[in-house]
């Protein structure tokens, strides 16, 4: 295979590259906020410090700009733009776009029909169209289930038994697009037995200990770390051991009960002894949430549930809208994202409260956010162009650099993640084995989900059983061990360059099987450079330089056996998916 390099130098084979709203003058001793710990009284608790600033009655007003936009982000994003003196980069072009909001919802490359629909269809109101149809399609529930399932640790084994429930609720939630805060609360709330409601598996997945629930809730929903506090308190953090305590007590009456032991049938035919677990959760004393306030039903899992979710928390919309916007731009508004705390304050607070708004005004709709960034000036501009330096300092009158570094005047260069890549290179061969492939197109139902090996050909990333095993695919690239909550690995590595060089998944992929599409496009009467032209397209989402299909098909020409013809067409292909061009979202 690696002949073709060697043969035509077409192409760079460096396979694998490593590439709220917080003021100044805090709120302090006003905020009401006394944590407790065991024998101290709530109310007199001389315990004060500062948080991040409530959200304001009503959502920012968005700045008056002469930059041109397309929504309000723009307009926030330009503002810090102007006030700098910070040039942003040109629009991307429209094989980008769609490569990219393909990428981003659906999590895979786009296909040469999709791109030759959007690229040659009217201009108006193509991105919305193209926005609201990746939205609507179960690929959309199915890729961000993986995001989502990083988050709740979601894995195919609870209690012992292989369960896919967990799965099928958050893909279920995010299918039904259901409002974000009821989803929230269904699992904190949670109680019972994982097939009976799956929404138990996320206190199950912590054991339903009271320590590890308070430190995943804190963190995920409210993208706080309160780990260090359960045994100490941090000289430099404004978190103290007392408010861990506050916020444990919530789950104090958390427990998990054994169940019964069944005896089931496993996917191998054998039968096995399993346990379903359930979790119980009653009254609990005490109970104070990290701005001090306490809920009307109590201290117990369903007070904290409305407190984690009550409009007036400061933390929890802004932490959800920041979560999105990092996985669509590769970084945060507050960064980490889980570093939401005062001495951490966002790039730009105003947008970030004006997305929260956004948020809560529209039912906690997930998919509204990502409409309005997918379809911001802002989301459209290029990745090509150099860093920003602001023109003016603040020295100098300018408002300098934003918190956090960005700017966001050009979009980041992001290599795929595991799974993105994986189902980009099934889509590209042809590998899915269901049909034509687009946005909207079915899956086997749910309940037939994850039967089989763990390498079928058909098989995409939400398919697969997490943890993904050592040495599969999607472990080497990267994927979640849904052990702990942390950010992905991104580093590159040989393990890496050698499954894209010599692994059997591209390999077998890229060779001109039925479903392959230079085999359905030749055999519809297309030449060796309409077929060529239309594999640039499917794969990287663009149309070759004229050097480029010039060199491809003096190679292809070069024997005119059929059996050679179609070996010339893999190695293209093996070679396209093997650029920095394939593997990186631009």
């Not at 959007?118 to 926005?131: C, T």
């Not at 598996?201 to 590890?212: I, S, T």
């Not at 304050?345 to 956004?358: I, Q, R, V």
């Not at 030449?527 to 149309?543: C, D, G, K």
Request: hydrophobic share 40%.
């Amino acid at each position: 295979m690696t002949r073709l390099a060697a043969t035509i130098g077409l192409f760079s084979l460096a396979l694998t590259v490593n590439a709220l709203a917080t003021p100044e003058n805090p709120a302090g001793a006003g905020d009401g906020r006394s944590p407790v710990v065991a024998g101290t009284d709530y109310a007199t608790s001389p315990t004060v410090r500062k948080i991040i600033d409530p959200l304001s009655l009503e959502p920012p007003e968005p700045p008056t700009v002469t930059i041109e936009t397309a929504n309000e982000i723009d307009r926030f994003i330009a503002k810090r733009w102007q006030e700098a003196g910070v040039r942003p980069v040109k629009v991307a072009d429209p094989f980008d776009y769609i490569r990219r909001v393909t990428l981003d919802i659906v999590g895979r490359i786009p296909t040469f029909e999709e791109v030759d629909a959007y690229v040659s269809g009217p201009r108006k109101d193509r991105d919305r169209n193209l926005v609201n149809r990746l939205l609507s399609s179960r690929e959309y529930a199915e890729h961000w289930a993986i995001f989502w399932g990083d988050l709740l640790l979601e894995q195919y084994r609870i209690d012992g038994v292989e369960n896919n429930a967990y799965r099928e609720y958050i893909l279920k939630s995010l299918e039904e697009n259901k409002p974000y805060d009821q989803w929230v609360r269904e699992m904190i709330g949670a109680r019972g037995m994982v097939r009976d409601n799956p929404a138990a598996a996320f206190v199950l997945r912590h054991k339903a200990d009271p320590d590890e629930l308070t430190i995943a809730a804190t963190q995920v929903f409210l993208g706080t770390q309160l780990k260090c506090a359960q045994c100490h308190d941090h000289p430099f953090e404004a978190w103290k051991q007392t408010d861990f305590i506050g916020m444990r007590d919530f789950w104090g009456s958390t427990r998990r009960r054994l169940g019964r032991v069944e005896t089931l049938t496993n996917r191998d035919g054998r039968e096995e002894q399993v346990r379903y677990d359930q979790v119980v959760s009653g009254p609990a004393a005490g109970g104070v949430f990290l701005t001090g306030a306490v809920s009307e039903k109590g201290g117990g899992v369903d007070g904290l549930a409305d407190l984690i979710t009550a409009r007036d928390n400061p933390y929890f919309a802004r932490v959800a809208v920041n979560r999105l916007w990092a996985k669509m731009f590769g970084r945060g508004l507050v960064e980490p994202v889980d570093g939401f705390k005062p001495d951490n304050p966002p790039s730009h607070p105003e947008l970030l409260d004006y997305l929260a708004w956004e948020f809560i005004s529209h039912d906690y709709d997930l998919k509204h956010i990502l409409r309005l960034i997918a379809l911001s000036r802002t989301y459209h501009l290029d990745t090509a162009g150099p860093p920003a330096v602001p023109a003016r300092s603040a020295s100098r009158g300018g408002a300098g650099t934003p918190a956090g570094g960005a700017f966001f005047e050009r979009m980041p260069l992001r290599r795929m993640t595991a799974e993105q890549l994986h189902d980009s290179i099934i889509v590209a061969t042809g590998l899915d084995r269901r049909g034509e492939r687009g946005a909207g197109s079915p899956r086997e139902p749910a309940g037939d989900r994850m039967t089989g090996g763990q390498t079928g050909e058909s098989r995409f990333a939400i398919d697969i059983r997490y943890p993904a095993p050592g040495g599969s695919f999607l472990s080497t690239f990267g994927s979640h061990d849904r052990n702990t909550i942390h950010e992905r690995d991104p580093s590159a590595t040989i393990p890496q360059a050698l499954a894209l060089l010599n692994g059997e998944l591209l390999n077998d992929a890229v060779q001109l099987h039925d479903g392959h599409p230079v085999r359905r496009w030749l055999r519809k009467g297309d030449s060796i450079e309409m077929a060529l032209r239309r594999l640039w397209v499917h794969t990287v989402t663009r149309e070759p330089t004229p050097a480029e299909l010039s060199t491809a098909v003096r190679y292809i020409n070069a024997d005119r056996r059929e059996s050679a013809i179609e070996r010339a067409f893999a190695d293209v292909h093996w070679a396209l998916i093997n650029t920095r061009e394939f593997m990186f979202i631009r």
